[in-house]
């Protein structure tokens, strides 16, 4: 697996990187396909013991962002327009998931993504789809973060 040039992370990481304990792992350009890894935090859990589901689409959400982000040689971003996600067991916490973002097909007007979150041993947790318009990627100075 081989980094794209510009790495998702040259223009300086979002603000909720940290509350999702995001870090890119890779890119692999045949593929179209970013592996993420994540911590779970406690924080990131309700009172079964697993990440509440719609911070799971929070980490899917992510993975395929970085996906197109990578794809692009981060000059663009995919501005969702839906995210549709099966939650298929329980993430625990404490545990680290491994996300695999991949680009399906980008054109000028529609993007559309596929994302999976797996334990370490292979085990998927949640999978999704996305449908996204493709946008020049947001800076921290463009939007008045920076």
């Not at 697996?1 to 990481?13: T, V």
């Not at 995210?83 to 680009?103: A, C, D, N």
């Not at 999976?116 to 020049?136: F, K, M, V």
Request: glycine fraction near 14%.
């Amino acid at each position: 697996m081989s980094e794209a040039i510009h790495h998702p992370d040259d223009a300086g990481q979002s603000p909720h990187t940290a509350l999702l304990g995001s870090q890119f792992v890779g890119w692999d350009e045949t593929t179209q396909t970013a592996t993420m890894r994540f911590t779970v935090k406690r924080e990131m859990t309700t009172w079964r013991g697993g990440v509440q589901g719609g911070l799971v689409a929070g980490y899917l959400d992510d993975v395929m962002g970085y996906a197109y982000v990578a794809a692009t040689g981060g000059e663009m971003a995919p501005l969702n327009l839906d995210i549709s996600m099966t939650l298929i067991r329980l993430i625990p916490e404490g545990v680290t998931i491994i996300g695999k973002g991949r680009v399906v097909k980008a054109g000028r007007r529609v993007v559309f993504l596929e994302g999976e979150l797996l334990a370490e041993d292979g085990t998927i947790y949640a999978r999704s789809t996305s449908t996204a318009l493709p946008t020049p990627r947001p800076t921290p100075t463009s939007t008045g973060m920076g």
